[in-house]
């Protein structure tokens, strides 16, 4: 029978193992390549978020990250325009990749959440996309390719 996909679909979700050494309390270690694909740029941390309420809901053009949550909990939703997928993270021994023109969300925090992400590039507004209709039309190719600037 032809016309069958010998492979599934590769996950939108992409999950890093984080080392954790235990030493008189624990250190996790992200270190470039081994853990991560990328020179570290910028790190920054979301401490307290207000519970209930929905951050990122964007997606950046040329900016990669990874997102560890190192306290309580974010569920994470990641969108390409085509599929939806979602995860929650509880733990600081995993790190998920946020690639560029992929939406993401992140829900389901309380204030006892804290989040680090280290960024490969500095802060730039102008990198983002926070319409989702401008970031369907960027993915379709209805758009400039940012990958082509
Ligand atoms: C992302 C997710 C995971 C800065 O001035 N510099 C910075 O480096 C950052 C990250 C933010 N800001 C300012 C911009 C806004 O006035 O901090 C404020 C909150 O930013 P935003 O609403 O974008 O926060 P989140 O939590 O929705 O998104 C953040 C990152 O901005 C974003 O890149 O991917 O975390």
Redesign the pocket.
């Known amino acids: 029978m032809g016309g069958e996909r010998s492979t599934a679909e590769e996950s939108l979700i992409k999950i890093v193992n984080i080392p954790l050494i235990e030493d008189d309390g624990i250190i996790c270690v992200v270190q470039y390549p081994d853990q991560i694909p990328y020179p570290i740029h910028?790190a920054?941390f979301?401490i307290s978020?207000v519970a209930g309420l929905a951050?990122?809901?964007?997606t950046?053009k040329e900016?990669r990250?990874m997102?560890i949550c190192l306290k309580g909990q974010v569920r994470m939703t990641l969108d390409d325009g085509k599929r939806r997928e979602e995860m929650i993270l509880s733990s600081p021994d995993k790190g998920i990749m946020?690639e560029p023109m992929v939406w993401?969300e992140?829900t389901d925090m309380n204030e006892n959440t804290l989040?680090a992400?280290l960024?490969s590039d500095?802060?730039d507004?102008e990198?983002?996309i926070r319409s989702y209709d401008e970031f369907l039309r960027a993915v379709k190719g209805e758009t400039t390719s940012y990958a082509d600037k």
């Open positions: 910028r920054y979301i978020p951050r990122g809901q964007h950046h900016n990250q997102l946020l993401h992140m989040l992400v960024a500095r802060y507004p990198d983002y």
